[in-house]
């Protein structure tokens, strides 16, 4: 079982997190202060895109609340190492100058075939490219495995 961070210290984190310029918009849709996060890809978005990454099923995306749920430390270290940009880097490093990324005032049939090109398709990926997140889960698993923290 995952150790989990107790909830003022979540907090305090999470304020740290949300102050870094990457972090403090949808990585997905550019809405202002998103308060959700998905674990799987390490990137703040907001309640709608939530939801859309929610739709694709837990194989595909996992979805937690910076405000409503309990984190495990290998999830914050994530949160906290891969921001926004970076994640975006990778998953839309292909993506072609003539499409446009949807913004939140796109419709919400746009947004959920962008998402699922970049994330289902990988559409946008450059090929043999490494996925910022795995890779921190990959070094944090790893070291806390060589630490003998659970």
């Given at each position: 079982m995952e150790r989990t961070v107790d909830i003022p210290t979540q907090e305090k984190l999470f304020k740290i997190i949300h102050s870094f310029l990457?972090?403090?918009?949808?990585?997905?849709?550019?809405?202002?202060?998103?308060?959700?996060?998905s674990t799987t890809f390490g990137v703040f978005i907001?309640?709608?895109?939530?939801g859309i990454h929610r739709s694709f099923g837990m194989h595909?995306?996992?979805?937690?609340?910076?405000?409503?749920?309990?984190?495990?430390l290998k999830q914050l270290f994530v949160t906290g190492l891969v921001t926004n940009k970076e994640s975006n880097l990778y998953w839309e490093a292909n993506l072609p100058e003539e499409l446009s990324k949807p913004n939140f005032d796109s419709p919400h049939d746009e947004m959920v075939e962008f998402l699922r090109q970049k994330y289902i398709e990988k559409a946008f990926v450059e090929p043999e490219s490494?996925?910022?997140?795995?890779?921190?889960?990959?070094?944090?698993?790893?070291?806390?495995?060589i630490q003998g923290i659970e």
């Amino acid at each position: 079982m995952e150790r989990t961070v107790d909830i003022p210290t979540q907090e305090k984190l999470f304020k740290i997190i949300h102050s870094f310029l990457e972090n403090k918009f949808c990585s997905e849709c550019r809405a202002p202060n998103p308060d959700w996060v998905s674990t799987t890809f390490g990137v703040f978005i907001c309640y709608k895109c939530s939801g859309i990454h929610r739709s694709f099923g837990m194989h595909i995306a996992r979805v937690k609340s910076t405000k409503l749920d309990t984190w495990s430390l290998k999830q914050l270290f994530v949160t906290g190492l891969v921001t926004n940009k970076e994640s975006n880097l990778y998953w839309e490093a292909n993506l072609p100058e003539e499409l446009s990324k949807p913004n939140f005032d796109s419709p919400h049939d746009e947004m959920v075939e962008f998402l699922r090109q970049k994330y289902i398709e990988k559409a946008f990926v450059e090929p043999e490219s490494e996925c910022p997140a795995d890779k921190v889960k990959h070094s944090f698993e790893l070291e806390f495995k060589i630490q003998g923290i659970e």
